[in-house]
C-alpha cells in the first residue's frame, strides 16, 4: 500500500491494535460520550455494491467507517480485504483507478472486499474511475463505501452508476449531527425513550425535567459529539472547538472560489434574519453584494455543504415549494449557528460573553427553537412553511399529507398566535409547557417530547437513509 495511507490502515500490521493505534479511533476512546451509529448495522450486513454516506464535515463519517473496519475485524475478515483511502490525498480519476486495481487486482474471488475512499469529491472526475471499475468488473466482490462532505455526491451516484449500486436495498446514506433523541439517549441511557414518545401520559414528572434540561443544553452543543463531550468534561464549549466548525466552513467555501468577505456578510445576514421570510433581493440590497444571484449561489454552497437549510413557503394545493415566495433561512444545527455567530463576531470568551447570553434571551431561545424543529423534520421529510393569512412555522410532508406544526416556546399562547394552525384539522401546537391539553381544539404537546418522536418509524424511503 501507498505510504501516504499507512495512518489509517494500521490494521494491516496490526489488526488487534487497531483501536489503539487509529488516529480517530484513540480520540474517541479519550471521549466521555462514545456514540455508535445504527448506520453500523447497515453496513454489517453490506453486500458487494457501491454506498454512499455523504453529511457535513466534523460530523463523524471517518470515525464511524473505522468503527465498521473495527468491527470487521472483529468477525473475522482478513486485514488485507480492508481498506482505507482519504480522497484529499488523491490528485485525479487516473490516480484513483490505480490504487484500485492494486489493492483489488490480488484479491481473492472468493472473498469480500471493503474499500472505502473518505472524501471522495476531493479527487477530480472521481466518478470515472469508479465507473470503469465497476464496468471493468473489478468491484464484483466488493463493498465500497464513497464519503463527501457535499451532497452532491449522493445526487452524482444515482445518476452515474445506474444498475452499477448492487442489489442492496438502500445504498445511499445521509449522516447527520445527533439528533436530540440521539443525545438523551447517548448521555441518559437510563430513560427509556420508547415509553416517553408511544406512553406519553404515563411519564414522571422527574423524567420530563431531566428532558427538558437536556433540551436546554442541546441548544448549546447540538448534535456534534465534540462540542457534547467538551461541554461535558470542561463545563464550556471551547473557543477552539467553536473555530474549528467555523474554519470548517470558511475553509471549504474558499476551496469553491468564493470570497471570505461575501461569506461572512452573508452568515451575519442569516443570523440577523433568523428563521424570518426573506428574498435574496431583499438579502442583496443589505450586502455589499451586487446581485441576487450572487447570493443565491453561496447559500446553494452551504445548503449542499449541509451547513444551511433553505425552508421555502408551501403551495398548499400541490404540496411543493412556492418559488416565487420568501424564505427562511438557518443553519442546520445550534451549535453550527453558535460556531458562526462566533466568527462573525469574535470576541475573546465566546461560550460566556456569546453563547449563555443568547440562550438566556428569551427571543433567541425561541428563534432557536423554533429552527432545531424544523431541521429536525427536514431529515425525514419534505418541510415548508405555510404563509397564509397567518404562518404556521412547520408544514412537513407525510405520505402525502400536509402535517402541520406551530411551535411556541413561549409561557402563554395567545388567540392570534394560533389563527392560522386552527385552520388545519390534523394541527399541532408544541409548546413549552409540560402537559398536554387543547387550545381552540387544537392538541398541544410539550415540545421536547414530540421531537424525540419525529420520523421515527415513519422513515420516507424515496430519499437516502438518515442517521
Given at each position: ?175 447527520y449531527p445527533l439528533s436530540f433523541r440521539e443525545c438523551l439517549n447517548l448521555k441518559n441511557p437510563d ?88 428574498t435574496w433581493n431583499a438579502l442583496a440590497r443589505d450586502l455589499s453584494i451586487d446581485h441576487p444571484k ?174
Amino acid at each position: 500500500m501507498d505510504p501516504r495511507f499507512l495512518p489509517h490502515n494500521s490494521h494491516l500490521d496490526n489488526p488487534a491494535g487497531f483501536a489503539e493505534q487509529d488516529p480517530q479511533l484513540r480520540l474517541l476512546q479519550r471521549q466521555v460520550y462514545q456514540y455508535r451509529s445504527a448506520l453500523l448495522d447497515e453496513l454489517a450486513a453490506a453486500s458487494p455494491g457501491i454506498y454512499t454516506l455523504g453529511g457535513g464535515r466534523q460530523i463523524g463519517k471517518s470515525t464511524l467507517l473505522k468503527q465498521w473496519m473495527n468491527e470487521l475485524l472483529a468477525r473475522g475478515v482478513a486485514p488485507g480485504s480492508i481498506s482505507f483511502f482519504t480522497g484529499e490525498l488523491i490528485d485525479d480519476h487516473h490516480s484513483l483507478l490505480g490504487l484500485m486495481q492494486a489493492q483489488l487486482g490480488d484479491s481473492h474471488p472468493d472473498s469480500v472486499n471493503f474499500l472505502i475512499i473518505d472524501e471522495v469529491t476531493y479527487i477530480r472526475q472521481w466518478d470515472k474511475a469508479v465507473k470503469y471499475a465497476a464496468d471493468a468488473g473489478l468491484l464484483e466482490h466488493t463493498v465500497m463505501v464513497l464519503t463527501g462532505s457535499d451532497l452532491g455526491l449522493i445526487r452524482d451516484a444515482r445518476m452515474r452508476f445506474p444498475g452499477r449500486r448492487g442489489s442492496a436495498e438502500v445504498v445511499d446514506f445521509h449522516m447527520y449531527p445527533l439528533s436530540f433523541r440521539e443525545c438523551l439517549n447517548l448521555k441518559n441511557p437510563d430513560i427509556n425513550v420508547d415509553d416517553i414518545v408511544f406512553q406519553p401520559g404515563e411519564v414522571e414528572a422527574g423524567t420530563i425535567d431531566a428532558i427538558y434540561g437536556e433540551f436546554d443544553r442541546y441548544l448549546l452543543h447540538g448534535g456534534y459529539l465534540t462540542a457534547i463531550n467538551d461541554l461535558a468534561e470542561n463545563g464550556l464549549i471551547s473557543k477552539t472547538t467553536l473555530n474549528t466548525y467555523s474554519d470548517w466552513i470558511r475553509g471549504d467555501v474558499l476551496k469553491r472560489g468564493k470570497q471570505e468577505n461575501y461569506l461572512r456578510e452573508i452568515m451575519a445576514a442569516i443570523i440577523k434574519r433568523y428563521t424570518s421570510q426573506v428574498t435574496w433581493n431583499a438579502l442583496a440590497r443589505d450586502l455589499s453584494i451586487d446581485h441576487p444571484k450572487t447570493v443565491s449561489d453561496y447559500i446553494d454552497v452551504l445548503v449542499n455543504m449541509d451547513a444551511v437549510f433553505v425552508q421555502s413557503a408551501l403551495l398548499e394545493d400541490k404540496l411543493v415549494g412556492a418559488p416565487k415566495k420568501a424564505r427562511k433561512l438557518m443553519f442546520c444545527d445550534p451549535f453550527i449557528f453558535h460556531a458562526v455567530h462566533a466568527w462573525v463576531k469574535p470576541v475573546a470568551d465566546p461560550y460566556n460573553a456569546q453563547v449563555l447570553p443568547l440562550i438566556q434571551d428569551p427571543e433567541w431561545t425561541s428563534r432557536l427553537v423554533e429552527a432545531a424543529v424544523i431541521t429536525h423534520h427536514r431529515r425525514f421529510f419534505p418541510t415548508y412553511y405555510i404563509k397564509a393569512r397567518g404562518e404556521v412555522d412547520v408544514a412537513c410532508i407525510k405520505k402525502g399529507q400536509c402535517c402541520p406544526v406551530e411551535v411556541k416556546w413561549t409561557n402563554q399562547l395567545r388567540p392570534k398566535d394560533i389563527k392560522q394552525i386552527s385552520q388545519y384539522p390534523q394541527g399541532e401546537i408544541w409548546t413549552k409547557t409540560r402537559s398536554w391539553g387543547e387550545i381552540s381544539e387544537v392538541k398541544t404537546y410539550p415540545l421536547p417530547l414530540k421531537l424525540l418522536q419525529t420520523g421515527e418509524n415513519d422513515e420516507s424511503r424515496d430519499r437516502p437513509r438518515v442517521y
